[in-house]
């Protein structure tokens, strides 16, 4: 039971780490070129979409 409630607190930590990551990378750092915030975009969405990804698989049972 406690590890469950772990994965899913794992779980939301990591994907609003990853929507914080993105919100700032393209609203905050104006120092960094275009293509370096890209990148940070996309890192920041893969950690979003891994999130999803778990959720759903918790969700359905499998982990």
Same mark, same amino acid.
């Given at each position: 039971?406690?590890?469950?409630?772990l994965? &899913?607190?794992? %779980? %939301?930590?990591?994907?609003?780490?990853?929507? *914080?990551?993105?919100? %700032? =990378?393209?609203?905050?750092?104006?120092?960094?070129?275009? &293509? *370096?915030? =890209?990148?940070?975009? =996309?890192?920041?969405?893969?950690?979003l979409? &891994?999130? =999803?990804?778990?959720?759903?698989?918790?969700?359905?049972?499998?982990?």
């Amino acid at each position: 039971m406690w590890q469950r409630g772990l994965n &899913w607190l794992a %779980i %939301i930590l990591v994907g609003l780490f990853g929507l *914080m990551w993105v919100g %700032i =990378v393209i609203y905050a750092d104006q120092g960094s070129s275009l &293509w *370096m915030r =890209v990148v940070q975009v =996309v890192f920041g969405l893969l950690l979003l979409g &891994w999130a =999803v990804q778990k959720a759903f698989r918790l969700a359905g049972g499998r982990v």
